[in-house]
């Protein structure tokens, strides 16, 4: 470490008594860093859990976390000084200061980047926690009576709004203000709010969060599978349990939920909803509020940092009783938790795949342990890991057979699109079926897992095919996706992007042809089949806006038309007029390498059949294919779900896979594909000399070998593979391996990274 400036160290050589104050900070390195307390008398209050501001390097600064006291280490020559305690009293107290420590050792991760990634943006760097109040605008009595000479303009639209409030004595909070998709919304509100203050004609004031909140709405009757839930929930008495409630698409779920928080609210404790995606967050808000009669917060990455920073400390003060979040949310301090509910537990969204690769349901269940407070993990189409503890006890198996209200189970048709011709991948008889759902009045979703226009650029004369520059080798080439309507090609994987060319780099022909189809070619397709019927397409390139796939699916509305989207639209959404659901492409995951890529295609098909006939109409599944004999299809529709995994568990322990065994990927990446084998193969050594018993077959390494993807964006990726019997032989070679690994020199030469539970091996 190199010294300090002088204002940075100690006065004087510290003695050998000296405390010191142990920091973690967000660097990739094992270890703690000791600092002298700060000189001005913060070291006073026990700092543990505080940020703090530290010199480090050359001449900089990190914003850390006091994790201990003690002893200065006798090897720090010249000790540096604290520059700046940030927190008065610890921002990182009991249950979850405990739960991230843990995290760190489960990831096998440094603690300060653990508790780095715990934190929201600003607080991160260094600010203070934000003023967690709410803000309204109102009307002065001055601004009411000069609104009518007020001349047209953004300013005069504002102070109409803020007169048309339900009660222009509070007015208009700031959060509705900035949502685009409300009535009367004012683009740039700021600026004319700042213009009628200037004037006296409306003003900033502080209200009550409870006085925004209409007063709670009365659900529906439950059934006797949701009464059942509800009860048992109920019965843990707020106590620590975890459930997994299993319920068939549109049994009801969020009914359960409901009635679990309400009950928790009752008690005086806050509730926390993780859901895997941000276009869930709005209609579960909407419908939470409604219900509730408390304010609902969101969290996910859509919002602003401040934003996030405010709801953080909301939670933190105890203010935020209901939270619903994406997975980061399940880091919040819940001070007076009382419930924690992970909608749609078995989405793989929920795993974090860079920097700290965290499971956020499993961290829930840590949490929920921690906290002695029931856990829910809802889901259709469950994990095998948590259909698995289920059956052994470990969770309580809680099940809804039939959809709630008078909704009937939709009926599901194979199409074999063998020999039959194709426009933009959607057969004739799938055309035929889209016409009459929408002639009978009803709404019509078109299932494709693949955006863009085509997945591949193909000249005809000579077979070249764009490929992507920067993810491609020789022998594996990675093809660039068609966007544009044919005009630009875009790796779906770097990022990277380009023009069509006007003719073929090799041959010079002009035969270059998108083939197969995405989310645009199906959506240009439908649009020239049903000119007269709204075609509104729904996919990653359609909703990068904050609050897109909101207003989109407000467009959209009740009428007669037509949705084309990938999997976005099969997470828990309710659209009550959709009637068909036709699912065009299945094939790609039907033959995969990946051994969960059975149980990923089984869970998408069952969601997103589940978006049809949730309302009083029925609904029906068309499902196109050219393997209409797999086994997983007839699995799926002659059994459903649970036949799936009553077929595949055994299948997954035959061959030793999670859950009946335990997992962990290292993997490396350099831009010479020798210097990360170089790595790994030091690793193995590393591991092998650490293992228990290497010939009894409980421990084994497999690799170095290439990943799936070989490349990706200029980097070689080379990966190892260590599986285990048991958590704890895997978690115990791990600890003994990863110190020589951290201080080999060779780990200095790559870029590298440690997944414990695995869920996607590219």
């Known amino acids: 470490m190199h010294p300090p400036p002088a204002d940075a160290r100690a006065d004087a050589p510290p003695g050998p008594d000296a405390l010191a104050w142990r920091v973690a900070l967000p660097v990739p390195l094992p270890r703690l860093f000791d600092y002298l307390p700060p000189a001005n008398g913060a070291a006073l209050d026990d700092p543990v859990g505080c940020r703090v501001r530290v010199p480090f390097g050359r001449s900089g600064e990190k914003v850390g976390v006091v994790v201990a006291t003690g002893p200065l280490e006798a090897a720090v020559a010249e000790p540096k000084q604290v520059i700046e305690r940030l927190d008065a009293a610890p921002l990182f107290r009991d249950e979850l200061f405990a739960s991230l420590r843990w995290l760190a050792r489960y990831t096998h991760a440094p603690l300060g980047e653990v508790l780095a990634t715990a934190l929201p943006g600003p607080l991160r760097h260094g600010e203070a926690l934000p ?5 309204a605008w109102r009307l002065t009595e001055a601004g009411a009576t000069a609104l009518p000479g007020l001349r047209k303009g953004k300013p005069a639209r504002l102070a109409a709004r803020l007169l048309g409030a339900p009660d222009p004595g509070i007015g208009v909070d700031e959060d509705r203000l900035d949502d685009a998709a409300a009535p009367g919304h004012v683009e740039g509100w700021r600026a004319a709010a700042r213009s009628l203050a200037q004037r006296g004609y409306a003003e900033r004031v502080a209200i009550a969060s409870s006085s925004l909140v209409p007063e709670p709405a009365p659900g529906p009757a439950l059934n006797a599978g949701q009464q059942a839930a509800v009860d048992a929930i109920l019965a843990t008495g707020g106590r620590f349990h975890p459930f997994l409630l299993d319920g068939v698409t549109g049994s009801g779920k ?5 009635h679990a928080i309400a009950d928790c609210l009752a008690r005086g404790r806050q509730a926390l909803v993780l859901v895997p995606e941000i276009g869930l967050t709005p209609q579960t808000l909407a419908r939470f509020r409604s219900r509730l009669g408390v304010p609902v917060h969101a969290l996910h990455s859509g919002l602003a940092d401040g934003e996030r920073a405010r709801v953080w400390a909301a939670a933190a003060r105890g203010e935020a009783r209901v939270v619903v979040g994406t997975r ?53 189409t469950p994990s095998l890991e948590s259909l698995r503890n289920a059956r052994a006890d470990r969770y309580a198996h809680l099940r809804l057979r039939e959809r709630a209200g008078n909704a009937r189970p939709p009926k599901v048709r194979v199409i074999d699109v063998r020999k039959r011709p194709l426009e933009a991948g959607v057969s004739p008889e799938m055309f035929a079926a889209i016409g009459q759902a929408l002639e009978a009045g009803g709404q019509v979703l078109v299932f494709k897992n693949r955006r863009g226009y085509a997945p591949v650029l193909l000249c005809h004369d000579c077979g070249w095919s764009a490929q992507c520059p920067r993810c491609s080798t020789p022998l594996h080439g990675t093809p660039m996706t068609v966007h544009a309507g044919g005009r630009r090609l875009q790796c779906h994987h770097c990022g990277a992007r380009q023009r069509v060319p006007d003719a073929c780099p090799d041959c ?26 709204p075609v509104l397409r729904i996919d990653r390139g359609s909703t990068q806006r904050r609050d897109a796939m909101e207003r989109l699916l407000a467009e959209f509305g009740d009428a007669p038309g037509i949705l084309v989207g990938t999997q976005m639209l099969a997470k828990g959404h309710d659209i009550a007029g959709l009637t068909l659901v036709a699912v065009v492409g299945i094939d790609e995951g039907l033959f995969s390498a990946d051994f969960r890529a059975p149980e990923k295609l089984a869970q998408l098909l069952i969601q997103v059949a589940g978006r049809a006939g949730r309302a009083e109409r029925p609904g029906e599944v068309l499902l196109q294919t050219h393997h209409p004999g797999h086994p997983l299809l007839e699995t799926l529709l002659g059994g459903g779900y649970g036949a799936f995994a009553d077929a595949e568990l055994p299948q997954r322990e035959a061959a030793a896979f999670p859950p009946f065994s335990h997992m962990a990927m290292l993997r490396a990446e350099a831009r010479q594909v020798e210097v990360a084998e170089a790595f790994l193969r030091m690793a193995r050594v590393a591991f092998e000399a650490r293992m228990p018993d290497p010939g009894d077959g409980l421990f084994e390494v497999q690799g170095p070998i290439p990943a799936p993807m070989p490349r990706r964006a200029g980097y070689q990726r080379v990966q190892l593979l260590l599986s285990a019997a048991s958590r704890r032989e895997l978690h115990a070679v791990l600890d003994a391996a990863l110190p020589a690994i951290h201080a080999a020199p060779e780990a200095r030469k790559v870029r590298w990274s440690l997944d414990v539970d695995p869920i996607d091996l590219y």
Do not use: M
């Open 131 to 135: 003023d967690t109040r709410t803000w």
């Open 254 to 258: 969020t009914e359960v939920y409901l």
């Open 508 to 533: 010079g022909g002009l035969a270059l042809q998108p083939q197969g189809a995405g989310t645009e070619r199906i959506e240009d397709a439908l649009k020239a089949r049903f000119p007269d019927t």
């Open 328 to 380: 980061s949310a399940i880091f919040l301090p819940l001070p007076d938790a009382g419930l924690i509910v992970i909608d749609e537990e078995h989405d793989g969204s929920f795993k974090q795949l860079d920097g700290i690769r965290y499971h956020a349901r499993d961290f829930a269940l840590v949490r929920g342990k921690a906290l002695d407070v029931p856990v829910v993990l809802g889901s259709a």
